[in-house]
Protein backbone atom coordinates (compact mmCIF):
# COMPACT_ATOMS: atom_id res chain seq x y z
CA UNK A 1 0.00 0.00 0.00
CA UNK A 2 2.30 1.84 0.97
CA UNK A 3 4.35 1.82 -2.42
CA UNK A 4 1.86 1.92 -4.49
CA UNK A 5 1.24 5.68 -2.30
CA UNK A 6 4.64 6.40 -3.47
CA UNK A 7 4.95 5.27 -7.00
CA UNK A 8 1.34 7.77 -7.46
CA UNK A 9 3.13 10.83 -6.02
CA UNK A 10 6.38 10.39 -7.91
CA UNK A 11 3.94 10.41 -10.91
CA UNK A 12 2.11 13.33 -10.04
CA UNK A 13 -0.73 12.23 -8.61
CA UNK A 14 -2.18 12.66 -5.45
CA UNK A 15 -2.94 10.61 -2.57
CA UNK A 16 -4.83 10.64 1.00
CA UNK A 17 -2.25 9.96 3.21
CA UNK A 18 -3.12 9.69 7.50
CA UNK A 19 -0.66 12.23 10.19
CA UNK A 20 -0.94 12.05 13.54
CA UNK A 21 -2.84 15.25 13.24
CA UNK A 22 -5.43 14.75 10.40
CA UNK A 23 -5.63 12.82 7.10
CA UNK A 24 -3.74 15.20 4.30
CA UNK A 25 -4.64 14.86 0.89
CA UNK A 26 -0.82 14.71 -0.34
CA UNK A 27 0.86 15.96 -3.53
CA UNK A 28 5.28 16.33 -4.74
CA UNK A 29 5.64 19.78 -3.50
CA UNK A 30 8.05 20.36 -6.22
CA UNK A 31 5.26 19.54 -8.78
CA UNK A 32 3.03 22.49 -9.62
CA UNK A 33 0.83 19.92 -11.66
CA UNK A 34 0.26 17.61 -8.38
CA UNK A 35 -0.39 20.71 -6.24
CA UNK A 36 -2.92 21.95 -8.80
CA UNK A 37 -4.22 18.86 -8.59
CA UNK A 38 -4.94 19.38 -4.51
CA UNK A 39 -6.49 22.42 -4.86
CA UNK A 40 -8.93 21.85 -7.95
CA UNK A 41 -10.07 18.36 -5.91
CA UNK A 42 -10.58 20.25 -2.41
CA UNK A 43 -12.50 22.99 -4.38
CA UNK A 44 -11.24 25.37 -2.52
CA UNK A 45 -12.14 29.06 -3.82
CA UNK A 46 -8.47 30.42 -3.39
CA UNK A 47 -4.48 29.36 -3.61
CA UNK A 48 -3.98 29.41 0.92
CA UNK A 49 -0.42 28.48 1.19
CA UNK A 50 0.67 24.62 2.02
CA UNK A 51 2.24 22.81 4.39
CA UNK A 52 5.51 20.82 2.94
CA UNK A 53 6.09 17.87 4.71
CA UNK A 54 9.31 16.19 4.70
CA UNK A 55 11.26 13.25 6.54
CA UNK A 56 13.59 15.05 9.15
CA UNK A 57 14.92 18.45 9.90
CA UNK A 58 18.17 17.81 7.30
CA UNK A 59 15.61 17.32 4.67
CA UNK A 60 13.56 20.43 6.28
CA UNK A 61 16.67 22.48 6.11
CA UNK A 62 17.16 22.17 1.86
CA UNK A 63 14.44 23.88 1.48
CA UNK A 64 13.75 26.49 4.25
CA UNK A 65 16.25 28.87 6.33
CA UNK A 66 15.80 28.08 9.93
CA UNK A 67 17.02 31.13 12.36
CA UNK A 68 18.43 30.29 15.45
CA UNK A 69 14.55 29.99 17.02
CA UNK A 70 13.50 28.11 14.26
CA UNK A 71 15.78 25.36 14.55
CA UNK A 72 15.27 24.98 18.55
CA UNK A 73 11.68 24.57 17.68
CA UNK A 74 12.71 22.31 15.33
CA UNK A 75 15.01 20.02 17.07
CA UNK A 76 12.55 20.21 20.27
CA UNK A 77 8.97 19.04 18.49
CA UNK A 78 9.83 17.45 15.21
CA UNK A 79 8.37 14.26 14.31
CA UNK A 80 5.25 16.13 15.75
CA UNK A 81 2.37 18.63 15.38
CA UNK A 82 4.40 21.41 14.69
CA UNK A 83 5.04 23.86 11.38
CA UNK A 84 7.54 26.08 10.98
CA UNK A 85 7.29 29.05 8.36
CA UNK A 86 10.52 30.41 7.50
CA UNK A 87 12.36 32.23 4.44
CA UNK A 88 12.29 29.53 1.55
CA UNK A 89 15.78 28.15 0.37
CA UNK A 90 15.18 28.56 -3.31
CA UNK A 91 12.20 31.52 -4.67
CA UNK A 92 11.09 28.87 -7.28
CA UNK A 93 10.65 25.54 -5.70
CA UNK A 94 6.87 25.06 -5.06
CA UNK A 95 5.67 28.11 -6.74
CA UNK A 96 2.18 26.57 -6.37
CA UNK A 97 2.01 24.93 -2.87
CA UNK A 98 3.68 28.21 -1.39
CA UNK A 99 0.88 30.29 -3.36
CA UNK A 100 4.10 32.82 -4.51
CA UNK A 101 5.55 33.80 -1.48
CA UNK A 102 8.83 33.59 -0.34
CA UNK A 103 8.34 31.89 2.85
CA UNK A 104 7.59 28.09 2.86
CA UNK A 105 5.54 26.14 5.85
CA UNK A 106 7.25 23.07 6.78
CA UNK A 107 6.38 19.74 9.15
CA UNK A 108 7.91 16.91 9.97
CA UNK A 109 4.97 14.32 10.55
CA UNK A 110 5.59 11.58 13.38
CA UNK A 111 3.04 8.87 11.84
CA UNK A 112 5.12 5.90 11.03
CA UNK A 113 3.03 5.24 7.72
CA UNK A 114 3.55 9.13 6.38
CA UNK A 115 7.25 8.94 7.77
CA UNK A 116 8.19 5.59 5.69
CA UNK A 117 6.27 7.59 2.48
CA UNK A 118 8.58 10.55 3.38
CA UNK A 119 11.40 8.76 3.85
CA UNK A 120 11.35 7.75 -0.21
CA UNK A 121 12.66 11.38 -0.42
CA UNK A 122 9.35 13.00 -1.13
CA UNK A 123 8.54 16.53 -0.28
CA UNK A 124 4.76 16.46 0.70
CA UNK A 125 2.16 19.14 0.00
CA UNK A 126 -0.51 18.25 2.37
CA UNK A 127 -3.37 19.96 3.27
CA UNK A 128 -6.54 18.01 5.31
CA UNK A 129 -7.98 15.46 2.98
CA UNK A 130 -11.57 17.12 3.45
CA UNK A 131 -13.22 19.03 0.34
CA UNK A 132 -13.53 23.13 1.04
CA UNK A 133 -15.44 23.35 4.10
CA UNK A 134 -16.48 19.97 5.07
CA UNK A 135 -15.65 18.43 8.08
CA UNK A 136 -11.77 17.49 8.45
CA UNK A 137 -10.76 13.87 8.44
CA UNK A 138 -9.75 11.95 11.11
CA UNK A 139 -10.29 8.61 9.46
CA UNK A 140 -9.88 6.67 6.21
CA UNK A 141 -13.48 6.60 5.81
CA UNK A 142 -13.96 10.28 6.38
CA UNK A 143 -11.68 10.59 2.90
CA UNK A 144 -13.23 8.21 1.10
CA UNK A 145 -16.83 10.18 1.82
CA UNK A 146 -14.91 13.23 0.43
CA UNK A 147 -12.49 11.78 -2.06
CA UNK A 148 -14.41 8.05 -3.21
CA UNK A 149 -11.58 8.19 -6.64
CA UNK A 150 -8.51 9.08 -4.51
CA UNK A 151 -6.23 6.34 -3.06
CA UNK A 152 -6.10 6.20 0.76
CA UNK A 153 -3.49 4.99 2.91
CA UNK A 154 -5.42 3.42 5.61
CA UNK A 155 -3.69 4.52 8.58
CA UNK A 156 -5.96 4.16 11.67
CA UNK A 157 -7.91 7.08 13.49
CA UNK A 158 -5.57 10.36 13.53
CA UNK A 159 -4.14 10.20 17.22
CA UNK A 160 -4.36 14.06 17.84
CA UNK A 161 -7.38 14.72 15.55
CA UNK A 162 -6.52 18.61 15.16
CA UNK A 163 -4.13 20.16 12.60
CA UNK A 164 -0.58 21.44 13.68
CA UNK A 165 0.19 24.66 15.14
CA UNK A 166 1.74 26.64 12.93
CA UNK A 167 4.57 29.15 13.73
CA UNK A 168 6.97 31.71 12.76
CA UNK A 169 9.34 34.44 13.69
CA UNK A 170 9.55 38.27 13.62
CA UNK A 171 12.60 40.02 12.90
CA UNK A 172 13.85 39.70 16.32
CA UNK A 173 13.35 35.88 16.24
CA UNK A 174 10.77 36.09 18.42
CA UNK A 175 7.92 33.22 17.93
CA UNK A 176 4.59 34.12 16.57
CA UNK A 177 1.67 31.61 16.43
CA UNK A 178 -0.15 32.15 13.43
CA UNK A 179 -2.75 29.11 13.70
CA UNK A 180 -3.07 27.17 17.03
CA UNK A 181 -2.91 23.54 17.53
CA UNK A 182 -2.52 20.63 19.70
CA UNK A 183 0.93 22.07 20.52
CA UNK A 184 0.46 24.91 22.89
CA UNK A 185 3.42 27.40 22.89
CA UNK A 186 3.49 29.60 25.95
CA UNK A 187 4.62 33.06 26.64
CA UNK A 188 5.26 34.13 23.08
CA UNK A 189 5.51 37.69 23.33
CA UNK A 190 8.05 37.38 26.62
CA UNK A 191 10.96 36.29 24.89
CA UNK A 192 13.67 38.96 23.34
CA UNK A 193 16.72 37.86 24.42
CA UNK A 194 19.03 35.15 23.13
CA UNK A 195 19.94 33.89 26.27
CA UNK A 196 15.91 32.69 26.51
CA UNK A 197 14.95 29.16 25.93
CA UNK A 198 11.82 29.40 23.69
CA UNK A 199 11.41 25.81 23.26
CA UNK A 200 11.31 25.69 26.88
CA UNK A 201 8.19 28.14 26.87
CA UNK A 202 6.32 25.17 25.45
CA UNK A 203 3.66 22.34 26.39
CA UNK A 204 2.13 20.04 24.59
CA UNK A 205 -1.32 19.59 25.78
CA UNK A 206 -4.67 18.28 24.05
CA UNK A 207 -7.07 20.12 22.55
CA UNK A 208 -8.13 22.56 25.36
CA UNK A 209 -5.25 21.53 27.26
CA UNK A 210 -2.51 24.01 28.90
CA UNK A 211 -2.78 27.68 27.34
CA UNK A 212 0.30 30.17 27.42
CA UNK A 213 -0.65 33.24 29.70
CA UNK A 214 0.59 35.14 26.91
CA UNK A 215 -0.38 33.63 23.81
CA UNK A 216 -0.87 35.99 20.78
CA UNK A 217 -2.38 34.56 18.07
CA UNK A 218 -1.60 36.51 14.39
CA UNK A 219 -4.39 35.09 11.86
CA UNK A 220 -2.44 34.02 8.87
CA UNK A 221 -4.26 37.14 6.85
CA UNK A 222 -2.60 39.57 8.89
CA UNK A 223 0.93 37.91 8.34
CA UNK A 224 0.49 36.19 5.44
CA UNK A 225 1.41 39.03 2.66
CA UNK A 226 0.57 37.17 -0.39
CA UNK A 227 2.29 37.39 -3.61
CA UNK A 228 1.83 40.57 -5.53
CA UNK A 229 3.47 41.61 -8.92
CA UNK A 230 5.34 45.08 -8.84
CA UNK A 231 3.92 45.82 -12.17
CA UNK A 232 -0.13 46.86 -12.74
CA UNK A 233 -2.47 43.94 -13.56
CA UNK A 234 -5.44 44.38 -16.02
CA UNK A 235 -7.58 41.18 -15.96
CA UNK A 236 -9.65 39.78 -18.34
CA UNK A 237 -7.65 40.92 -21.29
CA UNK A 238 -9.29 39.75 -24.88
CA UNK A 239 -5.72 41.09 -26.06
CA UNK A 240 -2.83 43.39 -25.38
CA UNK A 241 -2.13 47.06 -25.35
CA UNK A 242 1.58 47.84 -27.21
CA UNK A 243 3.53 48.13 -24.32
CA UNK A 244 1.77 44.89 -22.28
CA UNK A 245 3.12 41.62 -21.38
CA UNK A 246 0.59 39.31 -22.18
CA UNK A 247 -0.24 36.08 -20.15
CA UNK A 248 -2.84 34.24 -22.13
CA UNK A 249 -4.69 30.66 -21.88
CA UNK A 250 -6.26 28.67 -24.29
CA UNK A 251 -4.86 28.70 -28.33
CA UNK A 252 -3.91 32.46 -28.66
CA UNK A 253 -0.81 34.57 -29.49
CA UNK A 254 0.52 35.76 -26.22
CA UNK A 255 4.05 36.37 -24.50
CA UNK A 256 3.41 33.33 -21.60
CA UNK A 257 0.81 31.07 -21.71
CA UNK A 258 -0.76 29.57 -18.82
CA UNK A 259 -2.49 26.49 -20.63
CA UNK A 260 -2.24 26.37 -24.60
CA UNK A 261 -4.99 23.29 -24.48
CA UNK A 262 -6.84 25.45 -21.98
CA UNK A 263 -6.35 22.85 -18.91
CA UNK A 264 -7.42 24.24 -15.63
CA UNK A 265 -5.04 22.56 -13.91
CA UNK A 266 -2.20 23.20 -16.10
CA UNK A 267 -2.76 27.15 -15.69
CA UNK A 268 -3.16 27.15 -11.78
CA UNK A 269 0.23 25.17 -12.33
CA UNK A 270 1.94 27.86 -13.99
CA UNK A 271 0.02 30.95 -12.81
CA UNK A 272 2.79 31.71 -10.02
CA UNK A 273 5.79 30.65 -11.82
CA UNK A 274 4.50 32.94 -14.54
CA UNK A 275 3.08 35.69 -12.81
CA UNK A 276 6.74 36.17 -11.24
CA UNK A 277 8.23 35.81 -15.24
CA UNK A 278 6.19 38.36 -16.30
CA UNK A 279 6.46 40.70 -14.07
CA UNK A 280 10.24 40.56 -14.49
CA UNK A 281 9.94 41.98 -17.59
CA UNK A 282 8.99 45.48 -16.02
CA UNK A 283 6.09 46.25 -18.06
CA UNK A 284 1.84 46.17 -17.12
CA UNK A 285 0.72 42.90 -17.10
CA UNK A 286 -2.32 41.61 -18.83
CA UNK A 287 -3.83 38.54 -18.29
CA UNK A 288 -6.55 36.75 -20.62
CA UNK A 289 -9.77 35.79 -19.55
CA UNK A 290 -9.99 32.25 -17.26
CA UNK A 291 -13.04 30.10 -16.97
CA UNK A 292 -14.39 30.98 -13.60
CA UNK A 293 -15.00 27.76 -12.80
CA UNK A 294 -12.82 24.31 -10.84
CA UNK A 295 -9.94 25.50 -10.08
CA UNK A 296 -10.52 28.26 -12.52
CA UNK A 297 -12.09 30.25 -9.38
CA UNK A 298 -8.67 30.13 -7.53
CA UNK A 299 -6.88 31.28 -10.17
CA UNK A 300 -9.52 34.97 -11.00
CA UNK A 301 -9.18 34.73 -6.91
CA UNK A 302 -5.87 35.32 -6.97
CA UNK A 303 -6.07 37.69 -10.10
CA UNK A 304 -8.41 40.04 -8.74
CA UNK A 305 -6.77 40.25 -6.03
CA UNK A 306 -3.69 41.27 -7.70
CA UNK A 307 -5.59 43.84 -9.96
CA UNK A 308 -6.39 45.68 -7.04
CA UNK A 309 -3.37 47.79 -5.21
O1 LIG B 1 -1.94 19.06 10.76
C1 LIG B 1 -1.74 19.65 9.70
O2 LIG B 1 -1.05 20.66 9.64
C2 LIG B 1 -2.39 19.07 8.44
C3 LIG B 1 -1.78 17.68 8.22
C4 LIG B 1 -2.28 17.02 6.98
O3 LIG B 1 -0.37 17.77 8.21
N1 LIG B 1 -2.15 19.92 7.30
C5 LIG B 1 -2.74 21.15 7.18
O4 LIG B 1 -2.31 21.82 6.06
O5 LIG B 1 -3.54 21.61 7.96
P1 LIG B 1 -2.92 23.13 5.46
O6 LIG B 1 -2.19 23.31 4.17
O7 LIG B 1 -4.40 23.08 5.39
O8 LIG B 1 -2.52 24.27 6.45
C6 LIG B 1 -1.81 25.38 6.03
C7 LIG B 1 -1.68 26.40 7.13
C8 LIG B 1 -2.64 27.53 6.89
O9 LIG B 1 -3.08 28.05 8.14
C9 LIG B 1 -1.77 28.52 6.14
O10 LIG B 1 -2.24 29.83 6.22
C10 LIG B 1 -0.43 28.33 6.83
O11 LIG B 1 -0.38 26.94 7.11
N2 LIG B 1 0.70 28.65 5.95
C11 LIG B 1 1.21 27.92 4.94
N3 LIG B 1 2.24 28.53 4.35
C12 LIG B 1 2.39 29.70 4.98
C13 LIG B 1 3.28 30.79 4.83
N4 LIG B 1 4.23 30.81 3.90
N5 LIG B 1 3.15 31.84 5.68
C14 LIG B 1 2.21 31.83 6.65
N6 LIG B 1 1.32 30.83 6.84
C15 LIG B 1 1.41 29.78 6.02
MG1 LIG C 1 -8.08 22.18 6.62
Not at 168 to 177: A, K, L, P, R, S
Not at 246 to 261: A, T, V
Request: hydrophobic content about 40%; overall charge positive.
Amino acid sequence: MIEKAIELLKAGEIVALPTETVYGLAGDAGNDTAVAKIYAAKGRPSFNPLIVHVYDFAAAEKIGVFSKAAKKFAKKYWPGPLTIVVPKRDKKFAALATAGLDTIAIRVPAHPIMREVLKSGLMLAAPSANISGKLTPTEAKHVAENFPHIYIVEGGKCEVGLESTVITFDEHDNVIVLREGVLQIEDVRGRSRASHQPAERCSIGGPGGPHGEHKKIISPGQLLKHYAPKNPIRINADSPQPNETFIGFGNMKCDFNLSERGSLIEAAANLFSMLHAADALNKPIAVAPIPNEEVGAAINDRLTRSSHK
